[in-house]
């Protein structure tokens, strides 16, 4: 499970419990300009990531930390698919966060209302 925090001009995903074990990762921030998109998480977890770089997976349980898919890294945290979302990146390590929340359609609203676009900083 993660959790998602407004600060500023960046948001701060968390990585709670022993997920930080499993992911090899305890917090990831990522400034506002750079998220493209956020949306459910459409795929099921028996759908392979890709090569697992750091982190764990149990096929079709769970996949945590980075691996290395088609578009690119991807840094993933998820057990459960009905609460799994993506966040498309840019200018980013990762191309993609795909992420347990606690609520998705209001971390969904979070990202997306609250990012800033190149061309609206201040």
Not at 13 to 29: D, N, P, Q, R, Y
Not at 77 to 90: F, G, P
Not at 92 to 119: F, G
Request: glycine share 8%.
């Amino acid at each position: 499970m993660v959790t998602i925090e407004k600060k500023g001009d960046h948001f701060i995903f968390t990585i709670k419990g022993i997920h930080k074990l499993w992911a090899l990762k305890s917090e990831i921030t990522i400034p506002a300009a750079h998220i493209i998109n956020a949306h459910p998480n459409k795929e099921n977890l028996h759908i392979k990531l890709g090569l697992k770089m750091l982190g764990t997976g149990i096929p079709g349980v769970m996949d945590a930390g980075s691996f290395i898919g088609k578009d690119g890294i991807i840094f993933c945290d998820i057990t459960n698919d009905d609460k799994s979302i993506v966040i498309e990146l840019q200018h980013e390590h990762y191309k993609k966060m795909i992420i347990d929340v606690e609520d998705p359609q209001y971390a969904i609203e979070l990202l997306i209302e609250n990012k800033i676009l190149p061309d609206e900083r201040i």
